[in-house]
Structures are given as structure tokens and as C-alpha cells.
């Protein structure tokens, strides 16, 4: 088995998702927690500054005492800059999710693990992630065919940090709506695989403000923002924090990607990959897990500079020998 000496970068819902998933690795030591703020406790003890990953004055102390970072930050503001930091130090995972900026991001971190010499996974999760993994699985064995991608109905994590750092927000939460007629035409093999996101999901927002911001001001904010909202219909809720509390905790989601594919006329054939979440972040969580033991092995062997799932043998995911593997799963 691996042994591998993991840190949380980020002690958010999805820093205490990883949390929770290493508790289930057999082979993956909690090194410590990482954070920017200050006298924050976690399960393990007291979290350490986040500067001692990134800053080269300050790291010195955990150099050869931790294996793989994961990084728990958000796509919108924290994983652009904070990745190459960590990566010009240490290896590192992280859930990078903004589709359209995933090129420029591997080049950025690719740039940094390659001068130092570290191994990078980035946008790992469920989407892109696991789903990324279902798309190239299907296409590659049904080339004829045409795919849809649905997500939701869902809290999402990477949404629900954008509006976040809207000036004037308070708190918010962000569900992904599929449309229910559309999905239901892409399971029947209805669909051409031509649909854009936006023309198979709505969004709703709730809102929690800071005293004296303008909603008008802050929904405009919302509902324009490249990448997250622009492409889409989106509902903006202004709420109270009481309700905010009552309502709003949940972070269920899932979602699909179907393809239908023919190999001769008339001959057609369907994948269906589900997932149902309780837990967003405990899931992406147990995905980046997963990802970093491959990160840790992949470094022994010889491995640098970024990657994606894509990259990754399958086995070296798994805490198990390639041999039980063979005898148990194949
Ligand atoms: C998140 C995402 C999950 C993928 C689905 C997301 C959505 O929770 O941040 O629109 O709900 N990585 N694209």
C-alpha cells in the first residue's frame, strides 16, 4: 500500500469533505490543515497559515513532510493563483471547475510543477472529473454517437462561491436546475448533442445581504457574470439570514451524462452514468482523495508537471495492489 502524507489547503465544506475522506484511506496520513484565517480548530488540532505552502520564506518547514496538497479553494478566485504556488513547492490536486478556463489554468500549473519538479492533478472531482472520465469513455467506444451532460438538481459548490464574492453579499447558495423535458428527450436518445449548458439547465440563487447593498445592484452583478451565470436563465432570491439557516444547508446534488451511439444501421446502443449526492463537497472530497494517492505514486515513478484524470491509470486510484485489483474487480 501507499503510504502518503496528504494537506488540506482550504478548511471550507470542501477542505472538511477531504477531511472526511481521508478518515476512510487506509494509506493517506492527515498532515495538517491549511488556512488563510487565523485560530481556525479542525479534528486534528489547530490549522497552520496557508503562506507556509506558498510562500518560498515560509515553506522550508514542510519540505520532505508532506506528499501531496490537496487544494480546496475556489475556481473563481483561488485555484488560478494558488495552484502554481503550491506546485512551485509541493505536489498538489485541485478541483479547478470553470470548463472555458481549464486550457489556461493547466498551462499556468503546468509551467510551475515542471521548474520545480512536482506533479500536479488539476480539475479533478465529479464534474469535470469523473463525468470528464464518462464522456472520453463513451466516445472513444461509441465514435458514431452524440453525448448530453445534465447537472443537478443540485447545490453547486463552484456557483455558490461566485456569488459569494459579490460585494454585498453576505451569504448565498446556488441549486443548478435541469430542465426536466430536455433531460428526459436526451435519456430517450432525442437530443443531438448540440445542446448548450444554458439551454439545459436554469439557476436559482438565494441571497443573504450585507446591511445597506443595493439588490438590484447585486442581482445585475449575478446574473451577468461570464463563465457562471451569463450563459444562462437565472432567478435571484433575496432572503433572511433566518431562512438562509432553515432553508439552505443541504448540499445534495448528481447529475448524468448519457450518450447514444450506433455501430451499424440500425443498431444503437445507450450509457447512462448517474450519480445521486448527499453530500457535494464529501463527494468531490472523496474524488480528490482518490487523486492525490495516484498524485503521491505517480511522483515516485518519475512523474512532473500537470495533469488531469485523463492522465491517470485507474489502478493508481485504488488502495489496493494492481494484482488484487485483477483478482477482485476485473
Ligand atoms: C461544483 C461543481 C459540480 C459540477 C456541477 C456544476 C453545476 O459543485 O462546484 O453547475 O451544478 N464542480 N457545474
Given at each position: 500500500?501507499?503510504?502518503?502524507?496528504i494537506?488540506?489547503?482550504?478548511?471550507?465544506?470542501?477542505?472538511?469533505?477531504?477531511?472526511?475522506?481521508?478518515?476512510?484511506?487506509?494509506?493517506?496520513?492527515?498532515?495538517?490543515?491549511?488556512?488563510?484565517?487565523?485560530?481556525?480548530?479542525?479534528?486534528?488540532?489547530?490549522?497552520?497559515?496557508?503562506?507556509?505552502?506558498?510562500?518560498?520564506?515560509?515553506?522550508?518547514?514542510w519540505?520532505?513532510?508532506?506528499?501531496?496538497?490537496?487544494?480546496?479553494?475556489?475556481?473563481?478566485?483561488?485555484?488560478?493563483?494558488?495552484?502554481?504556488?503550491?506546485?512551485?513547492?509541493?505536489?498538489?490536486?485541485?478541483?479547478f471547475?470553470?470548463?472555458?478556463?481549464?486550457?489556461?489554468?493547466?498551462?499556468?500549473?503546468?509551467?510551475?510543477?515542471?521548474?520545480?519538479?512536482?506533479?500536479?492533478?488539476?480539475?479533478?472531482?465529479?464534474?469535470?472529473?469523473?463525468?470528464?472520465?464518462?464522456?472520453?469513455?463513451?466516445?472513444?467506444?461509441?465514435?458514431?454517437?452524440?453525448?448530453?451532460?445534465?447537472?443537478?438538481?443540485?447545490?453547486?459548490?463552484?456557483?455558490?462561491?461566485?456569488?459569494?464574492?459579490?460585494?454585498?453579499?453576505?451569504?448565498?447558495?446556488?441549486?443548478?436546475?435541469?430542465?426536466?423535458?430536455?433531460?428526459?428527450?436526451?435519456?430517450?436518445?432525442?437530443?443531438?448533442?448540440?445542446?448548450?449548458?444554458?439551454?439545459?439547465?436554469?439557476?436559482?440563487?438565494?441571497?443573504?445581504?450585507?446591511?445597506?447593498?443595493?439588490?438590484?445592484?447585486?442581482?445585475?452583478?449575478?446574473?451577468?457574470?461570464?463563465?457562471?451565470f451569463a450563459?444562462?436563465?437565472?432567478?435571484?432570491?433575496?432572503?433572511?439570514?433566518?431562512?438562509?439557516?432553515?432553508?439552505?444547508?443541504?448540499?445534495?446534488?448528481?447529475?448524468?451524462?448519457?450518450?447514444?451511439?450506433?455501430?451499424?444501421?440500425?443498431?444503437?446502443?445507450?450509457?447512462?452514468?448517474?450519480?445521486?449526492?448527499?453530500?457535494?463537497?464529501?463527494?468531490?472530497g472523496?474524488?480528490?482523495?482518490?487523486?492525490a494517492?495516484?498524485?503521491?505514486?505517480?511522483?515516485?515513478?518519475?512523474?512532473?508537471?500537470?495533469?488531469?484524470?485523463?492522465?491517470?491509470?485507474?489502478?493508481?486510484?485504488?488502495?489496493?495492489?494492481?494484482?488484487?485489483?485483477?483478482?477482485?474487480?476485473?
Amino acid at each position: 500500500m501507499t503510504h502518503a502524507r496528504i494537506a488540506i489547503n482550504g478548511y471550507g465544506n470542501l477542505g472538511r469533505g477531504v477531511e472526511q475522506a481521508l478518515s476512510l484511506a487506509p494509506d493517506l496520513e492527515l498532515v495538517g490543515v491549511f488556512t488563510r484565517r487565523e485560530g481556525v480548530m479542525t479534528a486534528s488540532g489547530p490549522a497552520f497559515p496557508a503562506a507556509e505552502l506558498t510562500d518560498p520564506q515560509l515553506r522550508d518547514r514542510w519540505t520532505g513532510k508532506i506528499d501531496v496538497v490537496i487544494n480546496c479553494g475556489g475556481s473563481k478566485s483561488d485555484l488560478d493563483t494558488q495552484t502554481p504556488l503550491v506546485a512551485s513547492g509541493f505536489n498538489v490536486v485541485d478541483s479547478f471547475d470553470t470548463h472555458a478556463r481549464i486550457p489556461a489554468h493547466f498551462e499556468q500549473v503546468d509551467d510551475a510543477a515542471r521548474a520545480a519538479g512536482t506533479l500536479a492533478l488539476i480539475s479533478a472531482g465529479w464534474d469535470p472529473g469523473l463525468f470528464s472520465l464518462q464522456r472520453l469513455l463513451a466516445e472513444a467506444v461509441l465514435p458514431a454517437g452524440h453525448a448530453e451532460t445534465f447537472w443537478g438538481p443540485g447545490l453547486s459548490q463552484g456557483h455558490s462561491d461566485a456569488v459569494r464574492r459579490v460585494p454585498g453579499v453576505k451569504n448565498a447558495v446556488q441549486y443548478t436546475v435541469p430542465k426536466e423535458q430536455v433531460r428526459a428527450a436526451a435519456l430517450a436518445g432525442q437530443t443531438e448533442g448540440q445542446l448548450s449548458a444554458g439551454d439545459k439547465h436554469r439557476r436559482i440563487v438565494y441571497v443573504v445581504l450585507e446591511s445597506g447593498a443595493d439588490p438590484e445592484a447585486v442581482r445585475q452583478a449575478i446574473v451577468t457574470m461570464p463563465n457562471y451565470f451569463a450563459e444562462y436563465e437565472t432567478e435571484v432570491h433575496v432572503i433572511s439570514e433566518e431562512e438562509f439557516a432553515a432553508e439552505h444547508t443541504g448540499m445534495a446534488h448528481g447529475g448524468d451524462v448519457i450518450r447514444h451511439g450506433t455501430t451499424s444501421p440500425g443498431t444503437s446502443h445507450a450509457l447512462h452514468f448517474n450519480l445521486a449526492l448527499d453530500s457535494n463537497p464529501e463527494f468531490t472530497g472523496s474524488v480528490l482523495v482518490a487523486c492525490a494517492r495516484a498524485v503521491a505514486r505517480m511522483h515516485a515513478r518519475g512523474e512532473r508537471g500537470a495533469v488531469t484524470l485523463f492522465d491517470v491509470p485507474p489502478a493508481l486510484l485504488h488502495p489496493a495492489s494492481a494484482a488484487q485489483l485483477r483478482a477482485d474487480l476485473l
